[in-house]
């Protein structure tokens, strides 16, 4: 169902880590601020994607789709933005079978990257504060380079850092922005059944596969897993 790869590289939020308690909080925060209600976290996590921008946007006009006022979202960026920095990962966690998953693909010798449309301060603060920087060998925030997700430049982009080819290389994630940057880079997909992805199932995006823990990855690469494919 998966082609044993030789590059992986993995989401972060929604992926790897489940980050909407903190985004929740300082949105709630950053709206109480403004003098309005506040939203309350299972609002907050159909929003997430897209990069902390979007996020905020998506708040101030409390919908996926639509623009606030320029002149509010040019105030309550900066009120986000530092309300975020202090609260980066003090109440996000890492999801179950993360770092099994993790441990096996570092212990098989596959070279990893962390590939995500969060801003650089950020994805660097919550890898390491959650322990996770170390299994990666490459990390690509939504600021690294001019374009994000799902273009498909980071993943090429990750691809030429280790010399791997595409067709080879594995894209793992939880969103329709995943699955997109990886078909237009040219990478096999996998998608984990969590996640963020506005509240549609993943598998209406089609990956080559589907799984509930990111630690039933590794068996599929020798063809011997409970992978769902598509």
Not at 150 to 175: E, N, Q
Request: with cysteine; charged share 25%; aromatic share 8%.
């Amino acid at each position: 169902m998966l082609r044993k790869p030789e590059l992986i590289l993995i989401d972060l939020d929604g992926t790897l880590v489940d980050s909407v308690p903190d985004l929740a909080f300082c949105v709630d925060a950053m709206m109480r601020a403004l003098g309005r209600p506040p939203h309350g976290e299972d609002r907050v996590r159909g929003w997430v994607g897209n990069g902390i921008e979007r996020f905020v946007r998506r708040a101030l006009v409390g919908a996926l789709e639509g623009e606030p006022d320029e002149a509010l979202f040019q105030k309550a960026f900066p009120m986000f933005l530092e309300l975020y920095a202090e609260n980066t990962s003090k109440r996000s966690v890492v999801y179950p079978g993360v770092r099994q998953g993790l441990d096996r693909m570092k212990a098989a010798g596959y070279p990893m990257g962390c590939v995500t449309n969060k801003a650089g301060r950020f994805t660097a603060a919550l890898l390491q504060d959650l322990g996770l920087a170390d299994y990666f060998d490459l990390v690509i925030s939504g600021d690294s380079l001019p374009r994000k997700k799902p273009d498909p430049l980071p993943l090429c982009h990750g691809a030429r850092h280790f010399g791997a080819s595409p067709a080879r290389s594995l894209m793992v994630g939880d969103s329709v922005n995943d699955v997109r940057a990886a078909r237009a880079a040219g990478f096999q997909v996998a998608c984990v059944s969590y996640g963020y992805n506005h509240g549609r199932d993943i598998r209406e995006a089609e990956p080559d596969a589907v799984v509930d823990s990111l630690a039933e990855l590794p068996p599929a690469f020798e063809g011997n897993s409970k992978l769902c494919p598509i």
